[in-house]
């Protein structure tokens, strides 16, 4: 009888100790760009998409038009286009592609600032290609295995594009409905969030679809990007996760996002039943 009381005494005070606070929150966002932009090896047109900060979820960014984007290396330079018109979204020349061991300088002059960053390219690699298992309940298909999570030696990101809308009785169905694009990484780091992170919802999928399976070579500190990011990301909200914070940057002036260079491999599966 008397722990019950000690008990019912400290809930007592606890609860006492609490108060209500009202933060007042700025709504100004730092007049600063977001830069998504990767260039591989693959001759291609290739796309750097620039976006200004959002202020809420789900937020639709706006896109930073008018702005002069290079792309250099010690033997040459490339000035990207805008396309559509102000759309944020420059575009290389489709002959365009990255080389090993080329220093890649990318500049953007947006405003009265300019931002700059360099990167090199890791080498690409073969690798087995995925597993995939069946549904018993379904008849229908999902990704069982793509890549070891951890490897010291070759961080790397793996593209699935997954297309069943040519298989019989998805042809009239939406784009949206027979189409599905995932990503797995492979880091040098073993994180608990990434261990006790939230379950992915699966996608399933009917015999006869083929699957691309792409991987994109990374740098260590693109690996290391791309890990800090998923920790405020895909790696919150499970047993374990870290304190928000911004993620790192090869970026100057301050900017967010990354650029990176890739080497890609890929090889295509058809899902036999």
Same mark, same amino acid.
Not at 14 to 32: F, H, Y
Not at 49 to 59: A, C, D, E, F
Not at 128 to 153: M, P
């Given at each position: ?93 489709? *002959?365009?592609? !990255? ?6 300088? #990318?500049?953007?002059? +947006?405003?009265?600032?300019? @931002? /700059? ?47 069943? *809308?040519?298989? !019989? ?6 784009? #949206?409905?027979?189409? +599905?694009?995932?990503?797995? @990484? /492979? ?87």
């Amino acid at each position: 009888m008397r722990r019950i009381l000690i008990f019912t005494t400290l809930i007592c005070l606890v609860q006492g100790c609490v108060k209500e606070m009202t933060w007042a929150l700025k709504d100004e966002l730092p007049g600063k760009i977001i830069v998504d932009a990767t260039i591989t090896d693959e001759v291609k047109t290739h796309t750097i998409k620039l976006t200004y900060p959002v202020s809420g979820l789900n937020q639709a960014p706006a896109p930073v038009a008018g702005a002069g984007v290079l792309i250099s290396n010690e033997d040459s330079t490339w000035q990207l286009v805008e396309n559509p018109a102000n759309s944020g979204i420059y575009c290389t020349a489709p *002959s365009f592609f !990255s080389r090993l061991q080329k220093n890649y300088t #990318l500049l953007i002059s +947006a405003g009265n600032r300019v @931002y /700059t960053a360099k990167t090199t390219m890791a080498g690409g690699a073969e690798f087995k290609e995925l597993k995939y298992s069946r549904n018993s309940a379904t008849n229908l298909y999902y990704v069982d295995w793509v890549a070891n999570a951890f490897s010291t030696a070759q961080p790397a990101m793996w593209e699935l594009l997954i297309d069943w *809308s040519g298989v !019989s009785g998805y042809e009239q169905l939406d784009s #949206l409905a027979t189409h +599905a694009r995932m990503l797995f @990484y /492979t880091l040098p780091t073993l994180d608990v969030s990434e261990v006790f992170a939230p379950q992915m919802q699966s996608v399933f999928f009917p015999a006869g679809t083929i699957i691309t399976e792409r991987r994109y070579s990374l740098t260590p500190a693109h690996a290391e990007f791309i890990r800090e990011m998923l920790l405020e990301t895909n790696w919150t909200g499970g047993l374990f996760t870290v304190a928000p914070a911004n993620v790192g940057t090869n970026m100057s002036d301050g900017a967010f996002g990354y650029f990176g260079a890739c080497a890609v491999t890929q090889l295509s599966v058809t899902v036999a039943p």
